[in-house]
């Protein structure tokens, strides 16, 4: 969705950083073969958590929610040198796509893949992070939250996506729909959570930052 007019945000795309060659490719293979193809981050998002992430130039990242490695290969272009991405996903269809595309990049032998639930797999993971992007289900925002967010450094960056859930935020919510419950009741705790503070971006569905204290 767009929440600025649709030629000012043509604009904005025009002007911002060209999608990297591979990443078109991966773009278009996702479409091509790929259910839900529009669950991908997108050449304009993702130019954006590349930024971030070079800004940040973190040793360790975390990503819940892989989909086809899209964002994965965004937030590795700010990687250190020695650092590596954890990249988790349920999804074992998507494995071997993810790899192959992976593997095409320069960043294949900093990429970990986990296939599994994340609640489960993220306990695992024996060491703190610099960056964390979770787009995965949105039931489970709350519960990755509390998991990750004592695994941060002090400083470290959550983003979120998705927080704007395609405007039914600001909606009269129905009782059936349990997903905007989780987003609403999310973004709430990162509003009110004294660990992080936290902006929201209205940036394509929304792309919440957040810093730990």
Known sequence: MHFIPEKLDDYVVAHSQNEPELLQQLTRETFQKILQPRMSSGPYQGRVLSMISKLIQPENILEIGTFTGYSTLCLAEGLKPNGSIDTIDINEELFDFQRNF????????????????????????????????????????????????DKLKPGAIILSDNVLWSGKV?????????????????????????????????????LTISRKL
């Open 170 to 206: 600001i909606e009269k919510l129905d009782p059936k729909d349990k997903m905007t419950k989780a987003v609403l009741d999310y973004n709430a705790l990162l509003k009110t959570d004294a660990r992080v503070e936290t902006v929201v971006l209205p940036i394509r569905d929304g």
């Open 102 to 149: 992976f593997d095409k990049s320069t960043y294949g032998n900093q990429i970990n893949q986990h296939l599994g639930n994340a609640l489960e797999v993220i306990p695992e993971l024996n060491k703190t992070f610099d960056l964390v992007f979770i787009d995965a289900d949105k039931d489970n925002y709350i519960n990755y939250f509390n998991l990750i967010v």
